[in-house]
């Protein structure tokens, strides 16, 4: 079991940038695949960036391509989710999401989310 608490969202006008991070509890957090997952009001979730385990592959939406980075901290049991360029359709709730696999398309762990503004 994976408890995930994101934080770091909040107001930020376009073009600036703000980093998400996820804490996870327990001692296994190097064993799963992490994932940015994001929801719009009145749109469904979509996924955002995906890390390995060890940090060594990467995928990301291709909205996204060029001005997000993910990343991990193993030792701190924290994923980020660096967000530069902003832009107004980058609002929604971010959520982090955590599973064994990292080709899944059902994460099995999910934090509460936290919510991103970007002003026009």
């Known amino acids: 079991q994976v408890q995930l608490t994101e934080s770091g969202g909040g107001l930020v006008q376009g073009g600036g940038s703000l980093r998400l991070s996820c804490a996870a509890s327990g001692r296994t957090f190097s064993t799963y695949a992490m994932g940015w997952f994001r929801q719009a009001p009145g749109k469904v979730r979509e996924f955002v960036a995906a890390?390995?385990?060890?940090?060594?592959?990467?995928n990301y939406h291709n909205s996204v391509k060029g001005r997000f980075t993910i990343s991990r901290d193993n030792a701190k049991s924290t994923v980020y989710l660096q967000m530069n360029s902003l832009k107004p359709e980058d609002t929604a709730v971010y959520y982090c999401a955590g599973d064994l696999n990292y080709y899944s398309t059902r994460y099995a762990y999910w934090g509460q989310g936290t919510q991103v503004t970007v002003s026009s």
């Open positions: 890390i390995s385990r060890n940090g060594g592959a990467t």
